[in-house]
Every structure is written in C-alpha cells, then in structure tokens.
C-alpha cells in the first residue's frame, strides 16, 4: 500500500518560515514526480511546486515563486517544501502527492478526474498577519 505522510504544519507570523515535509512509502519513490498542492477553506485545490523524479527540475505556481523551495531526497524516500516569508493568504492545507506521469504536467492536471496518483492526508498551515 502507498502511504504519503505529511508533517511540519503549525501556525507562524507573517514572514515567517515553515518546514513541510512528506515521508512516501509502498512505492519505488524515484519514479514518481512529486507535487505539493494546497487547499484553503471553501476553496479548490490549488498547485503549488512539482519536483521531477531525480530532482532535477522543478516548477512553481506563480503565487509561491522565489519565498517556497520543493526538495526531495530520494535516499529517505522525503519530499520537503521550505516556505517563506509566509503571508496570511499561504493559510491552507497542504498536501503531498505523487505521479508517474512527467512533473511538468502535474500543474495542469485536474484534481478531482486527472490528478495526482497518490495523495497525502495533509498537514495545516496557518499564517496569522
């Protein structure tokens, strides 16, 4: 069985930092791109980073560009989000997945019918101003 298992959630000030981390297993983790998604009350569920299977390249939503880091260390099978300079509109839950299919497609790929293979139960974030 895939298990996806976040951590690292909490509540900070704004520009504060988070650590979110995701610990994978029942999977042979490096053929799997990994993505963050995040998703607020009443909200949908949003994007946030994908990581190619080896690390190599990774894409970021608009929104999160140059204050979030997607990481993964593919010898403790572990996905990581570094956050930054958080603001209150980052307050949501944010979850782990992973696909088989390329990292460059997972941002547009529809939650609810095409989405990620795997998902995380995830973790809250809240970022008070």
């Known amino acids: 069985q895939v298990q996806l298992v976040e951590s690292g959630g909490g509540l900070v000030q704004a520009g504060g930092s988070l650590r979110l981390s995701c610990a994978a297993s029942g999977l042979t983790f490096d053929n799997y791109a990994m993505a963050w998604f995040r998703q607020a009350p009443g909200k949908e569920r949003d994007f946030v980073a994908a990581i190619s299977r080896l690390g190599g390249s990774t894409d970021y939503a608009d929104s999160v560009k140059g204050r979030f880091t997607i990481s993964r260390d593919n010898a403790k099978n572990t996905l990581s989000l570094q956050m930054n300079n958080l603001k209150p509109e980052d307050t949501a839950v944010y979850y782990c997945?992973?696909?088989?299919?390329?990292?460059?497609?997972?941002?547009?790929?529809?939650?609810?019918?095409?989405?990620?293979?795997?998902w995380g139960q995830g973790t809250q974030v809240t970022v008070s101003s």
């Open positions: 997945a992973a696909d088989l299919r390329p990292f460059s497609s997972i941002e547009n790929m529809g939650v609810r019918t095409t989405g990620p293979g795997y």
